[in-house]
């Protein structure tokens, strides 16, 4: 699985609880699917904190219908059509976004939203203004020209 891009999305419908237990549920509900794994590479949780999803060497699932070969999936914790992103969310995402294209090559620019690839609310409007708009994108590309950004995992 080569990454050529980096597609956003939210978690939709999924509100409530939060966090790593929230994210196991997640996982369990895509293997009911028939997914191997959670669908995303990484989750931007509601409080900023980075969460690693399925191995990005592997291909991520949608429940739609276009093809994420090529993408890096990242999903933000929340529903964008209903509320808006946190701050913390936000800088957590340009940091992962910057990361992607970084480490995997690609640049900034390929960064799209699901909707952008399917019949889809996703990634919710208010997320997807920041994408659209291209606020996501300059952040991202700072981020890089001030040295960019290290993955760090806790123990």
């Given amino acids: 699985h080569e990454i050529e891009r980096i597609t956003i999305h939210h978690a939709g419908g999924l509100d409530g609880a939060t966090g ?7 996982q369990s509900w895509h ?5 191997p794994d959670l669908a995303y590479h990484f989750i931007v949780g509601r409080d900023g904190k980075v969460y690693e999803g ?5 291909v991520g699932d949608t429940a739609t ?6 993408h890096f999936l990242i999903v933000v914790e929340g529903n ?5 992103p946190t701050t913390a969310q936000l800088e957590a995402l340009a940091q992962l976004v910057a990361w992607g294209s970084m480490y995997f ?4 620019t390929t960064v799209t939203g699901h909707r952008d690839h399917a019949a889809t609310a996703c990634p919710g ?26 993955l760090g995992l806790d123990s």
């Fill in 54 to 58: 399925r191995p990005f060497a592997a």
């Fill in 80 to 84: 964008f059509d209903r509320a808006t």
């Fill in 65 to 70: 219908e276009y093809d994420p070969t090529g």
């Fill in 125 to 150: 409007d208010s997320l997807y203004a920041r994408i659209h708009d291209g606020s996501l994108i300059a952040r991202a590309e700072a981020i890089i020209a001030a040295g960019g950004v290290t």
């Fill in 105 to 108: 090559d690609v640049p900034v």
């Fill in 31 to 35: 293997q009911h699917l028939g997914w």
């Fill in 20 to 26: 790593p237990a929230e994210f196991r549920k997640w």
